[in-house]
């Protein structure tokens, strides 16, 4: 909640501080680079963060996304050029996309169904209470202090969002909640083995029944199984042919989702 919090604190409450800052750097030329920097980078930073997640897990990028976030902070409040403050603005943004990742991968990784919802809202209240609050709480610093007081403001609570995020992610990885490797790994060969049978009409079971689905079982991580669970449409395990008629010109089709891109692994069919 405190990630949250500090990124839309930055990207929304420096609306109102903007003006005074290309006054006192005279940069009136980039004055809109100020924000779309900012929003853009962001968009980069997500992504980035999402490939790292399924590679790496969430320890990694959240300290590497955390440490530009915190560089960008102090950069933008030591410019003395607009030019530097524009680079500034983008370090933070890189940071803010890949923490927001992260912080709504953790919500699918390490809570149950059941919980997702309450937390989700949770998070969207540690976002709007700073979009409405944040503007004024910036323009008060900034006239009472100095703008660059905008940017410092949050660095104290950056160690402190560390503190208690890091342990967590890295449980979350240890535990095999996120498979290092495994979804774009073993996880991919396993998951083209089950296509390639429900590719066919009647969908046959692989030979050795069920021996070999356990020893299949057997060697997967926890990922992996909830990757191909279900593996298929049941008559998969039943040996019988499914309710739609291999005369039929829809086919079943698989949709994957990795844990990067803010789902549960997993695979579905769906008919086309």
């Known amino acids: 909640m405190i990630v949250i919090t500090i990124v839309a604190f930055e990207g929304l409450a420096l609306t109102t501080v903007t003006p005074v800052i290309a006054d006192a750097l005279g940069g009136l030329s980039l004055y809109v680079w ?71 991968t953790s919500v699918n990784l390490g809570y149950a169904d059941a919980l997702r919802p309450r937390m989700f809202a949770a998070i969207s209240a540690a976002y709007i209470v700073p979009a409405i609050a944040g503007p004024y709480a910036a323009a008060l610093l900034a006239e009472r202090l100095t703008w660059r007081s905008v940017f410092l403001v949050l660095l104290p609570l950056l160690p402190v969002a560390a503190l208690l995020a890091l342990p967590a992610y890295r449980r979350l990885t240890a535990g095999g909640n996120v498979a290092n490797g495994g979804a774009t790994g073993r996880g991919r060969r396993h998951a083209a083995r089950w296509r390639r049978y429900t590719s066919r009409s009647s969908w046959p079971l692989p030979r050795g029944g069920g021996r070999g689905a356990l020893r299949l079982a057997a060697t997967q991580s926890p990922a992996e199984r909830h990757l191909l669970n279900p593996p298929g449409p049941a008559c998969v395990t039943r040996r019988a042919r499914c309710s739609q008629p291999p005369s039929s010109p829809r086919r079943p089709t698989w949709y994957w989702r990795s844990p990067g891109s803010q789902g549960t692994p997993k695979a579905q069919p769906d008919w086309l």
């Not at 100020?34 to 999402?50: E, N, R």
């Not at 915190?70 to 003395?80: C, D, S």
């Open 34 to 104: 100020i924000s779309s920097t900012y929003l853009l980078a962001q968009l980069v930073g997500s992504v980035w963060a999402g490939r790292e997640i399924d590679r790496r897990g969430l320890a990694m990028p959240f300290a590497v996304s955390h440490s530009l976030f915190g560089a960008g902070l102090v950069v933008a409040a030591a410019a003395q050029r607009m030019e530097v403050l524009v680079v500034g603005r983008a370090l933070q943004g890189l940071g803010a996309g890949a923490l927001a990742n992260c912080t709504y």
